[in-house]
């Protein structure tokens, strides 16, 4: 079936250390992003990629750093500059259709520091 | 910066109607609403591309008024499903895009 997969569900990381979260997409989309939430709280954009070998900042990318080395991978990366990681990570992708960019999002991460 | 949603939470009866506001300082060109279930993925909704259009989901419809730089989400009828935080969704650039601040909703029985 087509559809986003993160993983791993759940993450436990050690203060100082880096953490990386995958995300591999098989519905052939351009666009991949990376967000995060915090409990009560909206989504915020972390980085995205429009294209392979392209991404911008989004508007809380500091700590954070990503690739996009294959169109269907866009693996985000927290680093320990990251005051304060623990959070649900989203990962997601759009299509671009005559009605607009739809987002399509994965099952999410939930990254607690410890 | 975020477009602001409200209420920030509400808490209605099965049966009872509600209406989600959602308000960007900048220009909106398209709206997305989406809904999400605790500790899940958002589910898209719907979205609203022209000024003033409206759309339905089942008893679930929306408005989009560019000029305002606004939309709204009618919630008619309201069922248990319908418990869940609704985002609304917006494209600030190419490909850039965000979300409001969410509403709670709690459909009681």
């Known amino acids: 079936d087509g559809g986003i997969t993160q993983s791993p569900k759940y993450l436990f990381r050690k203060e100082g250390q880096n953490v990386t979260l995958s995300c591999e997409q098989n519905?052939?989309?351009?666009?991949m992003y990376w967000y995060r939430q915090d409990p009560g709280q909206g989504l915020r954009l972390i980085y995205y990629?429009?294209?392979?070998?392209?991404?911008q900042k989004g508007d809380i990318a500091e700590g954070y750093s990503v690739s996009r080395e294959k169109k269907e991978s866009f693996p985000l990366t927290v680093t320990s500059a990251q005051k304060n990681p623990t959070a649900f990570y989203l990962c997601?992708?759009?299509?671009?259709?005559?009605?607009?960019?739809?987002?399509?999002f994965g099952e999410g991460s939930w990254l607690t520091v410890v | 910066q975020q477009p602001v949603q409200s209420p920030q939470a509400v808490i209605l009866r099965e049966g009872e109607d509600a209406v989600i506001n959602c308000s960007s300082s900048?220009?909106?060109?398209?709206v997305h609403w989406y809904r999400q279930k605790h500790g899940e993925a958002p589910v898209f909704l719907m979205i609203?591309?022209?000024?003033?259009e409206q759309k339905g989901h089942e008893k679930i419809s929306a408005s989009f008024n560019e000029k305002k730089q606004q939309s709204s989400l009618y919630l008619t009828a309201s069922q248990l499903s319908y418990s869940g935080t609704y985002f609304c969704g917006t494209e600030t650039g190419t490909y850039k895009y965000i979300f409001g601040t969410g509403t709670r909703l709690k459909v009681l029985a």
């Open positions: 609203l591309l022209k000024g003033g």
């Open positions: 519905l052939n989309h351009d666009a």
């Open positions: 997601a992708s759009s299509v671009t259709a005559s009605s607009g960019n739809t987002i399509y």
């Open positions: 900048k220009a909106l060109y398209s």
């Open positions: 990629s429009q294209i392979v070998n392209d991404f």
